[in-house]
């Protein structure tokens, strides 16, 4: 993953966004990705949870003014294998790697300006995504 600036087994810093993924603990012990943005958390992903079970957990666009920045997070599924992502502008597509981070939660982020992004499993699973949200820098 090129945006990655620092990794160890509990921490993630992507540089591009300035956001970092950790790992948690969730409810009955259960692992948990927390992604902030600076200092603020902004989602929490607990592995193992069986209500709501979705591949994808959220996805980020750089705010206005900023270099342009996608990112996407997840739960992996329950064989391992990360999810076949694409982010998309118009009509091109940009397959994009999902990096597995701490054994349970997936992670893909690449340069430039995309507005939605698809995420699949295989080919028996249905095919989830939506729009990326805009990262917003909290008024002080």
């Known amino acids: 993953m ?73 739960v992996l599924p329950n064989d391992g294998v990360p999810p076949r992502v694409e982010f998309r502008r118009g009509r091109f597509t940009l397959p994009a790697p999902a990096t597995i981070f701490a054994e349970r939660f997936w992670v893909a982020t690449v340069p430039g300006a995309y507005r939605s992004l698809t995420v699949s499993a295989d080919d028996t699973t249905p095919t989830e995504g939506g729009r990326l949200t805009r990262m917003r820098t909290p008024r002080l």
């Open 2 to 74: 090129s945006d990655v600036l620092q990794q160890s087994s509990t921490e993630l810093y992507l540089r591009l966004s300035d956001c970092m993924m950790r790992v948690g603990k969730g409810s009955r012990g259960r692992p948990a990705l927390e992604v902030y943005t600076g200092y603020r958390l902004i989602d929490v992903a607990v592995a193992g949870t069986t209500l709501g079970r979705t591949l994808l957990r959220g996805a980020l666009r750089s705010g206005r003014g900023e270099p342009p920045w996608a990112l996407a997070w997840g």
